[in-house]
Every structure is written in C-alpha cells, then in structure tokens.
C-alpha cells in the first residue's frame, strides 16, 4: 500500500486500512497479517500499522528475517 505525496496527512491511507480490515472481517478472517519495507521512508507506514492494532511478528508465507522486511499481524 502506498500513499501519493500530496494526500499524506490526509487519512487516505487510515481509509484503505480501514477497508481493507472491514472487508478481512467480513470475510470470516480472524488474523491480518502484512510485510513491508524497513528504513526512514516506512516509518509513517509503520505508524499506521501500530496505532490499528499491529504488532511485529514472525515471517511468514515465502517472506524470511532480512534487514529489509518487517512482518506484522494482528487479530480481527
């Protein structure tokens, strides 16, 4: 998920989030889980996915431990 420049701040990406954890919810899902990138440029994306409930975790799927992931999961 990525955010064009000129709409940072402006809760577009809290809305995709929102979204797409509504649609898990209602999909019977009980764990959302997601991979993103590590460095300065993610941690607003970080943030986001902190203040909705995730937490780092274990790799998971195809994804290893490297210097360039974070996976996170939370409970739906």
Known sequence: MHTAVDRRGAG???AMLDHLLAEAAAAGAQQVSLETGTG???APAHGLYRSAGFVESPPFG???SNP???CMTRSI
């Open 62 to 64: 195809a994804y290893t």
């Open 40 to 42: 300065d440029a993610f």
């Open 68 to 70: 360039y992931s974070v």
């Open 12 to 14: 577009t990406g809290r």
